[in-house]
């Protein structure tokens, strides 16, 4: 089963507006473009575990190929090859479309094309490089102007934190536990062998998840004070003003790990609510040990960043009135053709939308009908 992308007129608007407004907010913050290949090597994908093989989807050759699942790991092999030798940190960013593969009905697999922006932070040798990262993120989403009565949640954790729980609690079964917190799975952990104390432990963490400071509270009850919970709290002390400013609420779930295995440390989502229904409209977090895995040699093996869903902000911005002028150029004699060439190229030249009617026109009424189906918004006659 394949989930093809076939975009009405106006889906194609939406798309390039919201495209047009993120690519100039990432300018404006000092990033650069890049466009990394829609095919990708396989081995390299399940060399770094990002995803399952049978999650890929794989091509048709001579080489162990498969269409792109996410676009981070195709940069961070391109910065480490053909843009080793570029100053660091670098700040780039992409657009373009991945391919998934998911379990559809029984037992069969479900393909599914889409549309993604994002960006990356490369080799910045910075303690808190998430704090331009989020602030970037919080900046795009503003410029976009949703639809009113949305809530827009960050969903912030850390794998460090996992790695707390699974230290303390984990012992020879911290595979299963692992799973059992991510999926907020009970039973699950019932099943486990394990001290009571620790079993109730696991069970109160695994729904400990709010507002940042009084989450970081009461993990430090378990964890004691430690270096990874201060720099939590400076970093959610630092962003939180930001965050308040575009009205985005800050939850620190420590149980949350995301899908793709790209991720060593802060990793995070944007949810928007709408009419009670939840939309992930970003994704994204750190990934230093993919920079080291590709690029052994980097000085400052540092990256993060993230990816916003085209798909899921289509349904979720404003669509204002078009006032664009579009203007339909007529004529009523033909020994006018050239004259109306020249008034085109005019028009072009100031930046106006221009439609030439390569046949004359002999009246008002037929005008009008052109104008209509043009979608244009006025008449220029040529005399």
């Not at 391109?78 to 998934?100: A, D, M, Q, V, Y």
Request: net charge positive; hydrophobic share 35%; charged share 30%.
């Amino acid at each position: 089963m394949t989930d093809i992308k076939e975009f009405n007129l106006l889906d194609v608007r939406k798309n390039s507006q919201i495209i047009k407004t993120l690519n100039e907010v990432y300018k404006l913050w000092g990033y650069e473009e890049v466009t990394p290949s829609t095919i990708n090597d396989i081995e390299t994908i399940k060399g770094r575990e990002v995803l399952k093989e049978d999650e890929i989807i794989s091509l048709v050759s001579n080489k162990k190929l498969c269409l792109r699942p996410e676009m981070t790991t195709s940069i961070i092999k391109l910065i480490s090859t053909r843009l080793i030798n570029k100053k660091r940190p670098l700040r780039l960013w992409n657009n373009g479309n991945i391919f998934e593969k998911k379990d559809g009905y029984k037992n069969s697999k479900k393909l599914k094309e889409k549309i993604q922006s994002g960006i990356e932070l490369i080799g910045y040798d910075t303690k808190f490089p998430e704090i331009e990262i989020i602030n970037i993120l919080f900046d795009s989403i503003d410029k976009l102007k949703l639809k009113e009565n949305t809530k827009l949640i960050f969903l912030v954790s850390t794998t460090s934190i996992m790695d707390l729980i699974l230290n303390k609690y984990g012992s020879n079964q911290s595979e299963k536990i692992k799973k059992s917190m991510i999926n907020l799975d009970q039973d699950e952990l019932n099943t486990i062998n394990m001290d009571y104390g620790f079993k109730y432990a696991l069970k109160k963490l695994m729904f400990t998840r709010g507002e940042p400071n009084e989450v970081i509270s009461e993990l430090t009850k378990h964890f004691g004070k430690n270096q990874i919970l201060d720099d939590l709290s400076f970093l959610f002390d630092t962003i939180r003003p930001i965050s308040d400013n575009y009205g985005i609420d800050i939850q620190l779930d420590p149980t949350f790990q995301p899908h793709l295995n790209l991720y060593a440390g802060i990793v995070f989502q944007l949810i928007c609510i709408n009419k009670d229904e939840k939309y992930v409209i970003a994704k994204g977090g750190r990934y230093d040990e993919l920079v080291k895995y590709f690029n052994p040699n980097e000085k400052n093996p540092i990256g993060l960043g993230f990816s916003i869903s085209i798909d899921n902000l289509r349904k979720l911005i404003k669509t204002g009135p078009k006032s664009e002028r579009k203007i339909l150029i007529l004529y009523k004699n033909k020994d006018l053709l050239s004259k109306a060439i020249n008034e085109q190229k005019r028009l072009h030249s100031l930046n106006l939308i221009s439609i030439l009617e390569l046949n004359p026109c002999k009246n008002t009424e037929i005008a009008e009908v052109l104008k209509n189906s043009n979608g244009c918004s006025e008449i220029l006659w040529i005399s």
